[in-house]
């Protein structure tokens, strides 16, 4: 008997079903954030067809079916699911805001229900305090901050609402304004929708873009959702949450802490301490006055001038770091390491891809799996080196002033030495090197499993 339906049909219907339900959803005005999840689960779509083609072929066996697995539609779909996973994973890591190519303007394409229509609003409070506290809240818009010339806090509002028509568009903006509070020693902008507790029409149908000015000597609590942040040239502590956008910050006396996800995050010449938590996508610092903790994953990590101490934990994209005057510790998975100039202690500690260290002042400690490691020295060292790997290549380079005691050894590899003097033994399965070179310097370690290991002399 001829088994007619196999479950992969059934499996594309329901995965139908639940696409178009979320989109549905979308555009009926629930926060449903689609493109994230495609971008990182789609390979899911291959490993649930797989299992089900499992399925197939025993009941094709049990049935005496002997058609084959996948039709030639099928393996066209296959491919064309693979294609289109890859360019849009890859398309993902070159520029994360990839969900919003299918935004123009102010205009969802998603939300093809409903016209936007576009109002204004103008907002102020005058005679601020200067050095206030002022939180900020905004959801579905661009937020920008920047300084007034004036101890006013002024906001101009662009709003956009969805709606069939226009007066209905006209009752809901009515229904839709943004106050400044003052409450106690601090002040808050924020929409009567934004407010907790608020029930009626979707907020996901209003969408609002600030551009606020303060008084200089301004600390921000600001706490954003789907839109791009810009907040610049202010003096104080600076705290900023957002989501599913960009955010840049930029000329701050004070310091900084910044939680962000899906969208990318910029910081430059800030005068004191900077804490930067982010998700999905890069992160850019530059010129920071103090110390610098970042911890995020899936996006690129690039940190230069640092005049404290630097922590730094990412996983799955590279990270590149230079002139750090203090320490620099780095923890990471799947993701290559690049460091130049540290004039600190540097603590590294990654796996599956290469770590460059060049031009350490300090103390070296690294352990490394699957990915070559270069350790370069300008200046001879002064402190010691330590230095564990595996199935990997290390490679120090060093000044040929350079005094120190080495002891390196690999099991399944080969080593080789450019200094005179030392003990190389390759007598046995483990290969080394062992010995003192010049007095009074430092103490390299070096440990290794089916790789080699090079000393090198520089110039």
């Known amino acids: 008997m001829s088994v007619r339906r196999s479950a ?5 219907g329901l995965t139908l079903v639940a696409i178009g339900g979320l989109l549905l959803a979308n555009n009926l005005g629930y926060s449903i954030r689609i493109w994230p999840y495609i971008v990182r689960y789609w390979p899911m779509l291959l490993i649930v067809w797989g299992l089900l083609k499992f399925v197939d072929y025993f ?3 049990r049935s005496g079916d002997d058609r084959p697995l996948f039709s030639g539609g ?15 994973t890859t398309a993902a890591n070159v520029s994360p805001g990839l969900g919003r190519i299918f935004e123009i303007g102010d205009i969802d394409l998603w939300d093809i229900t409903g016209n936007s229509y576009t109002y204004d ?11 206030s506290e002022i939180e900020i809240v905004n959801f579905f818009g661009d937020v920008e901050v920047r300084p007034a010339e004036s101890n006013n806090i002024t906001v101009d509002v662009k709003k956009t609402i969805r709606a069939s028509s226009r007066e209905e568009a006209d009752r809901l903006e009515q229904e839709f304004t943004f106050l400044i509070r003052e409450e106690g020693s601090k002040y808050r902008i924020a929409s009567n929708r934004d407010e907790s507790g608020f029930r009626g029409t979707p907020r996901q149908r209003f969408k609002s873009s ?18 791009h942040v810009i907040v610049q040239d202010l003096t104080g502590n600076q705290a900023i949450v957002n989501r599913y956008a960009d955010v840049e910050v930029r000329n701050i006396t004070g310091k900084v802490e910044l939680e962000n996800r899906n969208g990318a995050v910029t910081v430059e ?16 610092v530059k010129n920071v006055g103090g110390d610098l903790r970042i911890e995020t994953r899936n996006g690129s990590v690039d940190v230069s001038g640092v005049k404290g101490s630097a922590t730094i934990d ?22 290559g390491i690049d460091v130049r100039h540290v004039e600190g202690d540097v603590r590294a500690d990654s796996s599956f891809q290469n770590v460059t260290i060049k031009d350490p002042r300090g103390a070296v400690s690294v352990t490394s799996r699957n990915g070559d490691l270069l350790l370069s020295f300008e200046r001879p060292p002064v402190k010691d080196v330590s230095i564990g790997s595996r199935f990997a290549n290390v490679t120090v380079e060093l000044p040929s002033s350079s005094a120190f005691a080495i002891d390196a050894h690999t099991e399944f590899g080969d080593v080789e030495s450019d200094f005179e003097g030392l003990t190389i033994n390759r007598s046995s399965r483990e290969k080394s090197i062992n010995g003192e070179f010049s007095r009074g310097g430092p103490r390299l370690t070096i440990s290794t499993r089916n790789g080699d290991i090079r000393l090198q002399k520089r110039g």
């Open 210 to 227: 600030l551009m606020i000015h303060v008084p200089r000597q301004s600390a921000l609590h600001l706490d954003n959702r789907n839109g």
């Open 314 to 335: 990412n996983s799955f994209a590279p990270i590149n770091v230079q002139n750090v005057q203090g320490d620099l510790t780095i923890s990471g998975r799947n993701n």
């Open 121 to 131: 609003q103008h907002v102020e409070q005058q005679n601020v305090t200067s050095g």
């Open 74 to 88: 099928e393996i066209a779909l296959l491919i064309l699911v693979i294609f289109a996973g890859s360019a849009i």
């Open 59 to 61: 009941r094709f066996r």
């Open 269 to 284: 010449d800030v005068s004191d301490s900077v804490v930067i938590n982010n998700r999905y996508s890069n992160t850019t």
């Open 8 to 12: 992969g049909t059934i499996f594309w």
